[in-house]
């Protein structure tokens, strides 16, 4: 049941769209990757909630990572207690080590409040005396990906080269016909990533920022 990484979306597709490339990365590597949506993203203007299940469903078979989906409301997404025991309910059962979540600075209120899901939902995992199944858990990190909704720069923490993986994250990406039909999918993903990566000197990156300090192996500078 153990995983290595959990990545914390508030919607079915924030997670492809965000640090896809770096999913389909961790995994190629042989990590264990869950994704954990906070909504299923419905309504929207083009989709229902039959359709954001299968697309969602096939989105987690491209990328070859396990996918759960919880019953809290888009649009109406709130960091409460309730909502902190569902995540750290996650948490415990699937114990993973490090945790990706949304950034806390951004235009969507849900992406907002899932940040804030997310950190206290980390600390309360590892809570002793409290109404939850399962040992107690404190994953080692929790890292944020970059906000899509609100046009700032924001220098990152590092980034990963996901060169040889943006074809899979745009083929996940594409698994949301509902949501991306209107505009070309390819374009958008390849230019967020075309920037990132030239600032490492690579074709394709994601950025990502952490509170905490990141060691890295001494190959990594040679990059």
Known sequence: MKVDFLCIGAHPDDC??????????MVNQGYKVMILDLTNGEPTPRGSVEKRIKEAKKAAEILGVQRITLDLKNRF??????S?????????????EVIFCH????????????????????????LTKVPLDGDSWYPRKIIRFFSNH???NITPSFVVDISDFIEK???????????????DVEEYVKTFAKYWGLL????????????????????????
């Open 16 to 25: 492809e769209i965000a640090m896809g490339g770096t999913i389909a990365k």
């Open 77 to 82: 997404l709130f960091d409460s207690i309730e």
């Open 84 to 96: 902190r025991f569902k995540v750290a309910s996650i948490i415990r059962k699937y114990r993973p």
């Open 103 to 126: 950034l806390e600075i951004d235009a969507h209120p849900d992406h907002v409040q899932a940040f804030n899901i997310s950190y206290a939902s980390r600390f309360y995992s590892k």
């Open 150 to 152: 609100l046009r700032i």
């Open 169 to 183: 994250k745009i083929e996940a990406c594409k698994a949301y016909e509902s949501q991306f039909s209107s505009f």
């Open 200 to 223: 490492i000197r690579s074709k394709y990156a994601e950025p990502f920022f952490s509170h905490e300090l990141i060691s890295l192996d001494p190959s990594s500078l040679l990059i």
